[in-house]
């Protein structure tokens, strides 16, 4: 059984860094894509950064480029997703993601739209307020 279990958020001020941490287990973590997604609120989900299963490919979504970094640890099977210089439009819920795939390069590249993710974590609450 597919599970992702995100951990890391917070209350912070502009301009602070936060670490999520997607902790997953039930599935061949190294053949899967994993993707940060996020909602504020009274808006769709979108997506963040996707990490593909050999970590190679790392794809940033324009919503937070140039601010957030995506990395995994094989060992530990978890993704992170580092987010510096936050400010209030990051308030929100983010969510992680899995999908396997043949290619998950392909799919962080060409698929980061929620329509085509299949597992989802919970959820960890992200409010950046001074």
């Known amino acids: 059984q597919v599970q992702l279990v995100e951990s890391g958020g917070g209350l912070v001020r502009p301009g602070e860094s936060l670490r999520l941490s997607c902790a997953t287990s039930?599935?061949?973590?190294?053949?899967?894509?994993i993707a940060w997604f996020r909602q504020a609120p009274g808006k769709e989900r979108e997506g963040v950064s996707c990490i593909n299963g050999n970590g190679h490919t790392t794809t940033y979504e324009d919503s937070m480029k140039g601010r957030v970094t995506i990395s995994k640890d094989n060992a530990e099977k978890t993704v992170y997703l580092q987010m510096n210089n936050l400010n209030p439009e990051d308030t929100g819920v983010y969510y992680c993601?899995?999908?396997?795939?043949?290619?998950?390069?392909?799919?962080?590249?060409?698929?980061?739209?929620?329509?085509?993710?299949?597992?989802w974590g919970q959820g960890t609450q992200v409010a950046v307020s001074s």
């Open positions: 039930g599935f061949t973590f190294d053949y899967y894509a």
């Open positions: 993601a899995a999908k396997g795939a043949l290619d998950s390069g392909y799919v962080c590249r060409s698929q980061m739209s929620t329509e085509y993710w299949d597992h």
